[in-house]
């Protein structure tokens, strides 16, 4: 059955420097997301991105952050000067369809800034 | 903007017996969907079952159920005949049909269950 992957399963990172969080979605999906959940909080919405730009993105995901499909399988999120709130679990999804359907989700990368 | 409450942090529940996990949402729109997520410990998040809000009838996948009462904005799961492999962390998640398209989750709920 097809699955979304993303790697690293864990990264860890001095504050101040740059990471790449990679996401391979399902394969005829269109939209993608990057969800994120800090320890003991909800998950919450970072972004989603239809047709090689954002068509919606959260409070959370200021200029620090930027999304990218560089090729035909690969939706990366990038995070420029990480910050010790960064640190969080960051989940990728896709979707066939904009919305009623359902999300497939990856197994996360967790991030921990030190 | 909608949200999304999951009041249970844990439960447990004995194998073969039934759970019922709670979920209320609150939200202006008419036009929503509903959903159970569940993530087993360092899996990835599965769905569990899809509920439309412009239907009336209750969803149901296998032993699992959802109580939807749109006036009251309550969307509870329930887990029949439990198993072993139900023991997860359980996320109640929202999505506006026309408007957002992002999920709203829950705090989640973590269920043990008891052999």
């Known amino acids: 059955e097809p699955e979304v992957t993303q790697t690293p399963s864990h990264q860890v990172t001095q504050m101040g420097q740059e990471v790449i969080l990679r996401c391979v979605p399902i394969?005829?999906?269109?939209?993608f997301y990057w969800y994120r959940q800090i320890l003991g909080q909800k998950v919450e919405f970072l972004v989603s991105?239809?047709?090689?730009?954002?068509?919606?993105k959260s409070e959370i995901f200021d200029d620090q952050f930027s999304v990218e499909r560089p090729d035909g399988s690969n939706f990366t999120l990038k995070i420029r000067s990480t910050k010790l709130e960064d640190s969080a679990m960051y989940f990728c999804?896709?979707?066939?369809?904009?919305?009623?359907?359902?999300?497939?989700f990856g197994p996360g990368t967790r991030l921990t800034v030190l | 903007a909608q949200t999304v409450t999951q009041s249970q942090p844990e439960m447990s529940v004995q194998e073969a017996e039934t759970v019922t996990l709670s979920c209320t949402y609150d939200?202006?729109?008419?036009?929503?969907?509903l959903f159970w997520y569940k993530q087993p410990p360092s899996r990835q998040m599965i769905l569990v079952i899809r509920?439309?809000?412009?239907?009336?009838q209750n969803a149901t996948e296998n032993r699992f159920s959802v109580n939807f009462q749109k006036a009251a904005k309550s969307f509870s799961l329930k887990i029949s005949d439990s198993q072993l492999g139900d023991a997860a962390m359980y996320f109640c998640?929202?999505?506006?049909?026309?408007?957002?398209?992002?999920?709203?989750f829950g705090k989640g709920t973590k269920l043990t269950v008891n052999p």
């Open positions: 394969s005829n999906h269109l939209y």
């Open positions: 999804a896709s979707s066939e369809v904009r919305t009623g359907r359902e999300q497939f």
């Open positions: 991105f239809y047709n090689n730009e954002i068509s919606e």
């Open positions: 509920q439309e809000a412009y239907k009336q």
């Open positions: 939200t202006s729109e008419s036009d929503y969907y």
């Open positions: 998640a929202y999505i506006s049909q026309g408007g957002s398209e992002k999920l709203v």
